[in-house]
């Protein structure tokens, strides 16, 4: 049986100060270190052994990927970066807290920006230092396909250039991949996977560090996925991300 193991990175210090983060490259918090850890224990324990690993450019994901590999004892494996597993772009909104962000447009602006299909927010200012176009990591990416902002539907028309041609296809000789990624380049591979409609992937959200394995049968079509872990635990990790972007009461 073949299977993918999606995982998004553990807490960064902007998941802690509940701000926005996109392309923004921030760095673990010592919780999310100890969550790439459990993570790693827990694929081990479940007898994981990844031919390939895939991550974005951004160190939460990397960094969350090497204690994982870490872990496993496979810090060997073949590793491969990619710009296209990034987070979605959050445009003007990224630096913002989110809770606050609702208090000054309310709960449901704030929702349509984090969680809905084909609504970005607005965009990063061309000459705004922020903007990848000035960042050296993405000089070899053409300016055109550089985002100023996202929706997740644009987010998931950059990921599957390189899911369809560089992961996915991996999988006919490869058994066991790992993707090590973000809340919302995660979601829209998943809505790809698991054929979510547009309205329906508003209500996924991805806890930090909890491992989410698809298993395929040879012909490569789906047929299982679960996360793994607790699954009262896990509930309550999701509904805590959903309410990251409400007011405080
Ligand atoms: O970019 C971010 O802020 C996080 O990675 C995901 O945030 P979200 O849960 O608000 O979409």
């Not at 049986?1 to 553990?10: E, N, S, T």
Request: hydrophobic share 35%; proline share 5%.
């Amino acid at each position: 049986m073949k299977k993918i193991v999606l995982l998004r990175h553990g807490e960064s210090t902007w998941n802690r100060e509940n701000r926005f983060t996109g392309w923004t490259d921030v760095d673990l918090t010592e919780k999310g270190i100890a969550e790439a850890d459990r993570a790693g224990e827990l694929l081990k324990k479940e007898g994981f052994a990844f031919d390939k690993a895939y991550t974005s450019y951004l160190k939460r994901a990397v960094k969350t990927l090497d204690r994982v590999l870490d872990k496993l004892d496979q810090d060997w494996i073949p590793v491969e970066k990619s710009w296209r597993l990034n987070e979605k772009h959050y445009g003007m909104l990224q630096g913002l807290n989110k809770s606050e962000t609702a208090a000054k447009y309310g709960d449901q602006q704030v929702l349509v920006w984090r969680r809905s299909y084909d609504i970005a927010p607005d965009p990063l200012a061309e000459d705004d230092p922020r903007n990848p176009r000035f960042d050296p990591r993405y000089r070899l990416v053409p300016d055109g396909e550089l985002p100023r902002t996202e929706s997740l539907k644009e987010t998931i028309e950059r990921i599957m250039p390189y899911w369809q041609c560089a992961i996915f296809p991996n999988l006919k000789t490869a058994d066991q991949l790992l993707v090590v990624a973000h809340g919302n380049s995660l979601r829209g591979i998943i809505k790809h996977l698991k054929r979510i409609s547009d309205d329906d992937i508003v209500n996924l959200n991805l806890p930090t560090a909890v491992p989410y394995v698809f298993e395929f049968d040879d012909r490569l079509n789906l047929t299982k996925d679960y996360f793994l872990g607790d699954p009262e635990e896990i509930r309550k990790l999701m509904e805590a991300v959903a309410r990251q972007g409400k007011k405080q009461q």
